[in-house]
């Protein structure tokens, strides 16, 4: 167990929906990651936020939108839903700092759009 | 950006054999090399990582080797057993940056009893 949570663990929606995925990090993590994995896929990284504010962002379509809030747990938005967007999206935490910039997945959601 | 290539993409050995996976990178500001270990539909997990100041780490089975002047790392796993069967990712980061670690596309490591 990372420490790291995400919720819900399976999502099944339909096309055009809009669904939100939360991540809680471990306990003093600052940082937060969200990726994409799909079938036989790498991990794309889509976005980090820092202490509540957006820091990177990665191949993150115009229709996914992410926040952290002030307890530092963070949400996902996925919105107008494709078939394509089906897929495992992880979020990952970390210090943040030089000497601590490992990151730590959580469980991840598994995403079905039909 | 960064760009990390790993190689190969299926890795097939016998129980008992040693397994090697090898990444380059391309940044040279890169200075902290994590790697995954991924069983299906499960999270990715940190098996071992190695920083830029250091050659070589070991860890049980497993060990990591670094070459900076030639911009590439290995995974080296000793003694394989069926439960290493999995995804190995490498990745590459810059504490100078986000810390966001490029990663390679993954190895399908299968050991078969």
């Known amino acids: 167990d990372s420490g790291v949570t995400q919720t819900p663990k399976h999502l099944i929606t339909a096309t055009g929906q809009r669904v939100t995925l939360r991540c809680s990090p471990r306990s003093g993590d600052l940082s937060v990651y969200w990726y994409q994995q799909s079938l036989d896929q790498g991990l794309q990284f889509l976005i980090q936020?820092?202490?509540?504010?957006?820091?990177a962002k990665g191949n993150i379509l115009e229709r996914f939108s992410a926040q952290q809030f002030p307890d530092l747990h963070s949400e996902l938005n996925l919105s107008s839903l494709e078939l394509g967007d089906s897929a495992l999206y992880f979020c990952?935490?970390?210090?943040?700092?030089?000497?601590?910039?490992?990151?730590?997945f959580g469980p991840g959601t598994r995403l079905t759009v039909l | 950006g960064e760009n990390v290539e790993q190689h190969p993409s299926t890795l097939s050995v016998q129980e008992g054999d040693s397994a090697v996976i090898k990444c380059t990178y391309s940044?040279?500001?890169?200075?902290?090399f994590p790697w995954y270990k991924q069983e299906l539909g499960k999270r990715p997990q940190l098996i071992i990582d190695?920083?830029?100041?250091?050659g070589e780490k070991k860890d049980q089975r497993i060990a990591v080797t670094l070459n900076k002047t030639a911009k590439h790392f290995s995974l080296h796993i000793t003694e394989t057993q069926p439960e290493d069967s999995a995804v190995y990712f490498c990745a590459a980061s810059s504490s100078g940056g986000s810390y966001i670690p490029t990663f390679g596309r993954g190895t399908s490591l299968i050991v078969h009893p």
């Open positions: 936020y820092y202490n509540g504010e957006e820091r």
């Open positions: 190695i920083r830029s100041n250091v």
């Open positions: 990952a935490s970390s210090l943040l700092a030089p000497s601590t910039d490992t990151q730590y």
């Open positions: 940044d040279s500001a890169s200075n902290y």
